[in-house]
């Protein structure tokens, strides 16, 4: 049976094969099944050949063609001998721009539901990706462990550099000043918070879900001296209290989903009020998309990607002025490239603390990722936002591109 | 009868004068009716106090405050003596932020459909502010007639260089190469099409609807000698048929009005396609809210500033890139500080070739304008965007902020 349909003289398979390589807006790839000649026929120059074991796989790519896709590569049954990401980029390229079909539509409703935000769903979701072992993430993350997009300032800068600038970047676009409270939802291991109390003399309360993130981060505050300015609180962002001068969340808001995003609307207004200001960080869009879902069903369980105006629900209406957004998303496409360099060497560590399903798994996200950024399938958003009546609204952004110290000239008073 | 109202022993003027003020929102002002007491009486430092001539203008205030306050400061019957600006800005701030009584609700209602802009109401619209001779904005504009935001460098720049700054900004934000084809829609007299052409090199086609500007523009270009690089088109932005690298709109986005919003993002869809890049540059607002009901009336017929999220109802549809956005609101104060002061000095002239009335509308509509940017009430957006398939997008902002002349090496290709 198996021999019959993937021969490369079985019509039924070649039908079959012609339908999804035009439905995929007919790239510059090759599609094979079993040891049968490879879709199109006449084409030479193409980018990669993806290799598909039997009829079965073949069908659950026609069924559900993200899910199906995903899961075929996990566990082997698809195989993209040769540059992965290349492979990826050219088909994200090509899709047509068009809904997915009935099927692919259904199960991410279903897998919706399932992965819900609520309190203890969010906790459940968090902690299916985050509280992976630190030393997983120590395998391929930078020395230390910034699991964001980072700011390359120059666009060869290593990426121990680029973490470091992007930490930065994110300070001087607050205006950090010494003696100030900062308050940040969704921490990981805690290094923005740490350089934050370092390098700005600010004090930081930071949140997180995840119980294993908030060990090694209080390790590290332990160790570095800084429990004095840094606080690490296991809960939920929906339960900060208190009044802060800055409210920043790195990474959070692809999590939250989208139905939280007037609650944490809510939280910023209660925590920084009309006078203070804040920066969100996060994975976006051009427009409004589902999030892959095979990506949720195997990586982030409840993750959804909002495009800038969906975002602005979480500031409009509280009244919050928006002052500057960046788009960093070429940055991640770089910042993966560095990650998926060191997965790839730290390959057989990764199959021996999980397993090869695992492995092959974390390798499509990284390289669908980079893929995607790189494509502008996704984006990646910075916005710096201040309470209505705050008093501190820099002149220019100059002072993010210049190296000086005291940054304070450059503050002026919105109202004289 | 008068007399009676306006004596500082009447009771019903001093119960509505109560009214009208905690209805403000209780501001740092007084205010008086004819020659009455000012009220509140226990205030010795107000910012300022306002002269109501009698009962009548008091009860057109309370029927419909923004109205009665501008109609009634325009004809006289309400004046302001000592310092206009900083009236407005403590009114404006301490006002709440609930939605307007139904009267205003209900003109401002009227004036929208009265105002509504089809291709025939807009050209009436426009007509009604930028036809005036450009003799009268030469009395208070810089000396290219730039009647947009400036962007100040350094905070104590001169008018005449902020301008300039400014169209450097705006190329240096679309990274203008020479022999690109610009289209601009709204263009004024001309001075940023005129200043791509001279400093950049490119080539622009500019469209207004207004018949006098475009003339201005015209004779500048062939006075400049840059007729053969910069085409004035007296045409709607809805008529721009035609290729191009690069979409640029600076101040028209507030007169189109909403409904027009995804006719703009089809027009820019067919004239940049996946490819191209484009700048918006307008008045917003933090959140949703109804444009100034008096503004609308007698200075911006059919005006409406979005918020953030509304206009990006432009871009979103279109999957474009949104790759910055800049909050420029203080400079917008300060352009209109200077505006006003140079208005403030022309004023004679203002009178002779208009009459009082017109006169003080406008210092009204300047000063009220420096209140409501200083106080936050207006934000000024410069949205930078690309096509999805755009190749050229800036690896950092810093060249925005250096004066490197090549900027070429700071582009690098998405899609390597």
Not at 331 to 350: G, I, K, N, P
Request: proline residues 3%; charged residues 25%.
């Amino acid at each position: 049976m198996t021999g019959l349909q993937t021969s490369p003289h079985c019509d039924v398979t070649r039908w079959w094969l012609k339908k999804i390589y035009d439905s995929m807006g007919a790239p510059n790839i090759r599609i094979a099944v079993g040891d049968g000649e490879p879709y199109p026929t006449d084409t030479d120059d193409a980018v990669a050949t993806v290799r598909i074991d039997g009829w079965r796989t073949l069908a659950s790519l026609v069924l559900n063609p993200e899910i199906g896709f995903g899961e075929g590569y996990r566990d082997g049954r698809i195989d993209v001998p040769g540059d992965l990401v290349q492979f990826l980029q050219t088909t994200i390229a090509s899709m047509p721009a068009s809904a997915p079909g009935w099927c692919a539509r259904l199960s991410s409703r279903w897998l919706y539901w399932l992965q819900a935000n609520t309190r203890r769903g969010s906790a459940r979701n968090i902690r299916h990706h985050y509280d992976l072992s630190a030393d997983f993430y120590k395998l391929w993350l930078d020395a230390k462990l910034v699991y964001t997009c980072a700011y390359f300032p120059e666009a060869n800068a290593t990426l121990e550099r680029a973490q470091i600038a992007k930490m930065d970047h994110v300070c001087r676009k607050l205006q950090l000043q010494p003696g100030e409270h900062v308050v940040e939802a969704g921490c990981g291991w805690g290094a923005l918070a740490l350089h934050m109390a370092r390098h700005y003399g600010a004090k930081v309360t930071a949140f997180n879900i995840s119980h294993e993130q908030i060990l090694v981060a209080r390790d590290r505050a332990k160790r570095e001296g800084l429990e004095k300015f840094v606080e690490f609180v296991e809960d939920d962002y929906r339960n900060i209290s208190g009044h802060y001068d800055a409210f920043v969340s790195v990474g959070m808001l692809e999590h939250i989903g989208r139905h939280n995003y007037e609650t944490l609307g809510q939280v910023i207004h209660r925590t920084i009020g009309e006078e203070g200001r804040g920066l969100l960080h996060f994975i976006g869009r051009n427009r409004q998309h589902a999030f892959s879902p095979w990506i949720r069903k195997r990586i982030f369980p409840g993750a959804f990607a909002p495009s800038l105006a969906q975002s602005l629900e979480v500031l409009e209406s509280w009244n919050f002025s928006v002052l500057d957004v960046e788009n960093l998303r070429l940055h991640y496409a770089r910042t993966l490239e560095f990650w998926l360099e060191r997965f790839e060497r730290a390959w057989d560590s990764v199959v021996n603390m999980y397993d090869l399903e695992f492995a092959r798994a974390w390798r499509l996200y990284l390289a669908g990722s980079i893929a995607a950024f790189r494509v502008g399938n996704l984006q990646l958003f910075q916005i710096v936002f201040a309470g209505a009546n705050s008093r501190q609204l820099p002149w220019t952004r100059a002072h993010l591109y210049t190296d000086e110290g005291d940054e304070k000239d450059l503050w002026i008073r919105a109202i004289s």
